[in-house]
């Protein structure tokens, strides 16, 4: 009987990669880890080669005789290190698959931001799952957005009772990311909250890496230039979105002499111009990408922002590219739904764009483990139920904002809308996912469709008569939210972020 070859999917995809048709037995394939993040093994070797254009490069060689990496220096260990673990999370009971792969990333700096500061703190054990998963692939910055998160000395009656990062939660992720080959970084809203040289000082002791990103959207030209001379004194490198600059007559040579600017692509009409001034200015800059989360995670729309992002970033040769998230406290975005845009812009900043189906057959095989396949499809349905923003509106409206949506919003098919939200949720009911966190998956996503579901009933209806379903549903609605969120984050600021919920209909939460 012939034994098919099942060719394993990688994500990135390598540069180039040639697959023979026989296996290297598990007494041979097995690698462990050591202290220092770097793959070991008795028939593993590392050769260390002259520097090529790209320190991250590497070649990975699996023969008769073993598993042989040649790389210029460790950074490229650890990358084919992800590569085997993508290899060997899909063996079978034959082995890994013999194989000659030479890869290099496209940008040098892949970075994920984790907005954790509004209100709402994962847990340790949460940010290392998540930096796990980032480094597997092949993401080598770990940013975290700490406005109102960390525990500043003096200013403990600001933050007693939320859920904050203090120095030694920070120094066991740091560490934990160091292992696995990211950076950790930080960032700071300077144009949200205010924050003295001392203060930044402070913040940035806590991490090893030089970039500093002093977020500052919303400020004048005038206080950039103030922020990154902060920064700077308080020993940091700055980057900073650099809003203020852009518009169609935008010359580099007004921005600040130092620091980083970062672009949006989100700028869409000035954003190659804002790349190609810059470019041609001499000056580096990074590109950036948002993903909107929430009940309905706008996939398409995160997906076109990282198109754009990562073709300026190649096209003028931006030193990298952030995808930057956050997890809002009021409507308690999905983690799940984090994912596809991980994978799509990972995809893309290494190598090339990907079709949907090999970024969810990559989610089911290193993240959600689901052997059906129907998990990541089903979040992916998930972040296509709604791309105008209305249900998440509909869900936290009072009754007088609900009818101006109800009205704003006629055109849309509420039954459209509805049939989807049910399409999504039947995949993820037939889904077997079965990491770690499965269980908490599940929850959210039942979390996310009742929440979903409630708002359409709403919008279907007259706003001021609410059935008894509709009570029961959203009683039911506050307890999971506040599970879901002990499940993967710290408890301060939940209650706070669950009494918004209940005050859509206190009179519910009376009886």
């Known amino acids: 009987m012939e034994v098919k070859l099942r060719t394993p999917k990688l994500l990135p995809t390598p540069k180039k990669a040639v697959w023979g048709d026989g296996f290297l037995e598990w007494s041979k394939a097995e ?4 202290e220092n993040g770097l793959p070991c093994g008795n028939f593993l070797q590392i050769e260390y080669v002259d520097a090529p254009d790209n320190p991250e490069s590497y070649k990975l060689k699996i023969s008769p005789g073993g598993i042989s990496l ?50 709402r703190v994962p847990s340790i054990e949460e940010l290392k799952l998540l930096a796990d998963r980032l480094s597997l692939f092949k993401y080598n910055r770990f940013e975290l957005c700490l406005t109102n998160a960390y525990a500043f000395k003096g200013k403990e009656i600001e933050w007693a009772g939320e859920g904050a990062f203090s120095p030694k939660k920070i120094e066991s992720l740091k560490k934990y990311c160091a292992a696995l080959g990211m950076e950790l970084s930080c960032c700071f809203d300077l144009s949200k909250k205010s924050a003295d040289t001392r203060a930044l000082s402070e913040l940035a002791a806590n991490f090893s890496c030089a970039d500093f990103n002093i977020n500052c959207l919303k400020a004048s030209k005038q206080d950039v230039f103030k922020y990154c001379r902060e920064c700077l004194e308080a020993g940091g490198t700055p980057l900073y979105f650099a809003d ?31 790349c190609e001034k810059t470019s041609g200015a001499g000056r580096e800059f990074f590109v950036s990408a948002d993903v909107k989360a929430g009940l309905c995670p706008r ?70 483990y689901d052997a059906t396949g129907d998990f990541a499809r089903s979040v992916c349905a998930l972040g296509r139920v709604d791309s105008t923003g209305f249900v998440e509106a509909m869900f936290a409206a009072s009754n007088t904002n609900a009818k101006k949506l109800s009205a704003e919003f006629s055109n849309l098919d509420i039954d459209v809308m509805d049939g989807a939200a049910d399409f999504a949720m039947g995949l993820a009911a037939t889904s077997k996912p079965e990491s770690r966190d499965a269980p908490i998956f599940l929850a959210e996503f039942a979390l996310a469709g009742s929440m979903i579901k409630w708002a359409l009933e709403r ?27 002990l499940a993967r984050c710290e408890h301060g600021g939940m209650w706070r972020a669950s009494s918004k919920i209940r005050a859509l209909k206190p009179e519910i939460f009376r009886q």
């Not at 700028?267 to 190659?272: G, L, M, N, P, R």
């Not at 279907?460 to 059935?467: A, F, L, Q």
């Open 70 to 119: 040649a790389v210029c220096d460790e950074r490229g260990a650890r990358c084919a290190l992800q590569t085997l673990r993508q290899i060997g999370m899909q063996a079978d009971e034959r082995g890994f698959r013999y194989c000659d792969i030479s890869d290099s990333p496209d940008l040098r700096v892949r970075a994920f931001i984790l907005d954790a500061s509004s209100g």
């Open 244 to 274: 203020a600059f852009a518009s169609k007559s935008f010359d580099a040579a007004k921005l600040p002499e130092i620091g980083i600017p970062i672009f949006r692509a989100s700028d869409a009409e000035i954003f190659d111009s804002l």
């Open 31 to 34: 690698f462990h880890i050591d």
């Open 299 to 368: 996939l398409e729309q995160a997906k076109a922002a990282i198109d754009s992002a990562v073709s300026g970033a190649k096209k003028y040769g931006a030193r990298g590219m952030v995808l930057t998230s956050n997890f809002d406290g009021r409507t308690l975005a999905p983690s799940f739904a984090l994912y596809p845009p991980i994978a799509h812009a990972a995809a893309q900043m290494w190598s090339s764009e990907v079709p949907e189906e090999a970024v969810c057959e990559a989610l089911d095989a290193f993240v959600f």
């Open 459 to 485: 919008a279907r209806n007259d706003i001021e008569i609410e059935s008894l379903e509709q009570k029961i549903a959203l009683k039911f609605i506050v307890s999971e939210f506040e599970n879901v969120w």
